[in-house]
């Protein structure tokens, strides 16, 4: 894939649903850019559109118009198999409730994107749970392990194939102050290293603080 400058462009994007009172506006006229390797957090109140965007930015959701590109590629361009293998190849995802299968250890849970790719897996996925501080819990189910550790082992799923984007949902939401802390601590570290663009969606204003740019939405509008 050739080089770009911005991981993310984003032309006046807009999400309308219907209800019973009519056409709802979700998104209005959203336009930005997030240059490759940097970081970007999404803030505003509870539905005011956040949840909406990154759905829309991960091609998880069309919207109604405008355009979103990922590494100078539409994703209005690809069908749903297309985005769904682009995100294969380079995407990271981490969420507030983890997404961990609970019937996969931690190592299993780590080796299944790089499986469904068709990769090697033990080895990168050993490594990067050492990575993370989990060498120890490799063999663990979900269900033994504390909600950071969980968020770890989200972490070194979401990296382990030094993804181009990350896209992070709230990711120290269900954290004491502790070990969310901690928890963003890796992350950006671990971004830094792999020359990640992140892009979080968060109430934290400290974690927001921490990202090179921020942008607000208000009603489904940047302001």
Do not use: W
Not at 22 to 28: A, E, T, V, Y
Not at 81 to 105: E, I, K, M, W, Y
Not at 111 to 117: G, K, S, V, W
Request: contains cysteine; charged residues 15%; hydrophobic residues 45%.
């Amino acid at each position: 894939m050739n080089v770009v400058t911005n991981a993310i462009e984003v032309k006046k994007l807009c999400k309308q649903v219907s209800d019973a009172t009519g056409i709802l506006n979700i998104l209005d006229d959203v336009s930005f850019s997030v240059a490759a390797g940097k970081s970007i957090a999404i803030t505003g109140a509870s539905g005011s559109g956040k949840s909406t965007l990154l759905g829309l930015l991960a091609g998880l959701d069309q919207p109604s118009t405008g355009e979103v590109q990922l590494l100078g590629e539409s994703l209005s361009s690809m069908d749903e198999d297309g985005r769904a293998a682009f995100r294969a190849h380079h995407v990271g995802f981490v969420f507030q409730s983890f997404q961990l299968l609970p019937n996969l250890t931690a190592l299993e849970n780590v080796m299944l994107p790089l499986e469904l790719a068709g990769l090697s897996a033990t080895e990168p996925a050993t490594k990067m749970l050492e990575r993370v501080g989990l060498g120890a819990r490799l063999h663990h189910y979900p269900s033994t392990l504390s909600g950071g550790e969980q968020q770890r082992v989200s972490i070194a799923r979401a990296f382990v194939q030094r993804p181009v984007l990350i896209f992070a949902d709230e990711p120290t939401g269900s954290l004491d102050e502790a070990t969310g802390s901690t928890i963003i601590n890796l992350m950006f570290e671990m971004a830094a290293q792999q020359g990640t663009t992140l892009v979080l969606v968060t109430h934290d204003t400290s974690l927001a603080a921490r990202c090179d740019r921020q942008i607000v939405l208000q009603g489904g509008r940047l302001i």
